[in-house]
Structure formats: structure tokens, C-alpha cells
């Protein structure tokens, strides 16, 4: 097993090793917590996608993309410490790609939310609990970019070192891989046998261009 030399004050007799390995799980607890949730929130599109038989436009699916690179980011370091120690430089690497990507992801969806407010704009269709898909995704993208930067902030109390949870880690990874795999095959019904994605969507081409409706 790799060492890891820590880079921040020692700490000292059995009370500050205490705190410090509670520090190491509390930051591997948060990035399975960061990876199930971005999980959860991409199934649950999904959810509600084929529940009201709506299509992702190119701008949901960018959106996906980006939720998908932010729950990455953690998810390497959950996968690394499955393995061995978790470096200084893993953990902030991983936690920087999750911020860049709810930076992108935020860039991407502010300016729909900002022409809705225009005079004459359409009504959002398909809200949940009252809000656009468009403002849950920039709320989600909010939230994730503010646990990024608790973790990169608290890097030398939080980084998980050699801390592991080996039956949450594997929990995480499939729920992860899971949500993947079924947001490309969505993004694949739609898209169809052609080259990109409808600006309107307005049924699965997929099927169609297979024969089958």
C-alpha cells in the first residue's frame, strides 16, 4: 500500500489522531454523499422524462453531461481509496473537476433561465414542484459547486487518506454507473440513427428509424 506524507500540522496524541480520522471519513462520507445524490437527481430526470413521455433538448442533455462530470470528479477519489491512499493531489484533482463541472454546467443553463424573463416568453413546461427543469439544474449545480469548494477549502481536514467504506463505495460506483448507462441510451432513443440531436425534440427517432412505430 502507497504512503501519503501529510502536508498539514500533525496532530497529537490519541485525541488528535482521533479527530483527524474522524476528519478522513467525514470526507469520504461527503463524496459518496456528492456522487448517490448527483446520481439520484439524473435517474430521477429520467423518472420524469419517460413518466410524462418527454424528450431531452440539446441544452437538458449538455446539462446531464455536466451533472455526470461533477459526480465523476468525487467518484474517482471513492474509486482510488477503494484500492489504496487517497494523495493531496487526487483529492483536489477530483474535487476541482466537479467544481469546473458545475461551473460549465451553470454557464450553460443561465442564459435560458435569463430569456424566460423576458416579456412575451413562453411558460416553462414540465416543472416540478412549481420550478422549470432549467432552474432545478442550475439549483443543483449551485448546491454541488458549494460542496466542491467546502472540500477543496478543508483539503488538509477533510481528504479521505486511507479512510474506506467498501460496501457505500461499490453502493456509489453502480448507482453512478447505472446513470450513465441509461441517460446515453435516452440520449440515444432521441438522437437516432442521425448526427445530433433535434432542437425540439418531439418523439423518440430511434424507433422510427428501427421500423418499430
Known amino acids: 500500500m502507497s504512503t501519503h506524507e501529510y502536508e498539514g500540522p500533525l496532530p497529537t496524541g490519541p485525541a488528535g489522531l482521533i479527530i483527524a480520522?474522524?476528519?478522513?471519513?467525514l470526507g469520504l462520507w461527503f463524496a459518496h454523499l456528492h456522487v448517490l445524490g448527483l446520481s439520484a437527481v439524473l435517474l430521477g430526470q429520467?423518472?420524469?422524462q419517460f413518466g410524462q413521455w418527454g424528450h431531452p433538448t440539446p441544452l437538458g442533455t449538455l446539462q446531464r453531461v455536466f451533472l455526470l462530470l461533477a459526480a465523476l470528479g468525487p467518484a474517482?477519489?471513492?474509486?482510488?481509496?477503494?484500492?489504496?491512499?487517497?494523495t493531496t493531489h487526487e483529492h483536489v484533482m477530483g474535487w476541482g473537476l466537479s467544481l469546473l463541472a458545475c461551473l460549465g454546467g451553470g454557464a450553460a443553463t443561465l442564459p435560458e433561465l435569463l430569456a424566460r424573463?423576458?416579456?412575451?416568453?413562453?411558460?416553462?413546461?414540465?416543472t416540478v414542484l412549481g420550478l422549470a427543469p432549467d432552474t432545478w439544474a442550475l439549483v443543483t449545480f449551485a448546491g454541488a459547486a458549494a460542496g466542491a469548494v467546502v472540500m477543496l477549502v478543508?483539503?488538509?481536514?477533510?481528504?479521505?487518506l486511507d479512510s474506506s467504506c467498501p460496501l457505500l463505495s461499490v453502493t456509489a460506483l453502480a448507482l453512478l454507473g447505472a446513470a450513465i448507462?441509461?441517460?446515453?441510451?435516452?440520449?440515444?432513443?432521441?438522437?437516432?440513427?442521425?448526427?445530433?440531436?433535434?432542437?425540439?425534440?418531439?418523439?423518440?427517432?430511434l424507433l422510427y428509424d428501427l421500423g418499430l412505430l
Do not use: K
Not at 480520522?21 to 471519513?25: A, D, E, S, T, V
Not at 424573463?117 to 414540465?126: D, E, I, K, Q, V
Not at 478543508?154 to 479521505?160: C, I
Not at 446515453?184 to 433535434?198: D, E, I, M, R
Open 21 to 25: 480520522r474522524i476528519g478522513n471519513l
Open 46 to 48: 429520467l423518472v420524469v
Open 76 to 86: 474517482y477519489t471513492i474509486a482510488i481509496s477503494r484500492e489504496r491512499n487517497v
Open 117 to 126: 424573463t423576458r416579456p412575451g416568453a413562453p411558460a416553462p413546461t414540465g
Open 154 to 160: 478543508l483539503t488538509a481536514d477533510l481528504e479521505p
Open 181 to 205: 448507462a441509461l441517460n446515453t441510451a435516452a440520449v440515444f432513443l432521441v438522437q437516432g440513427l442521425h448526427t445530433h440531436l433535434p432542437r425540439e425534440p418531439g418523439t423518440y427517432r
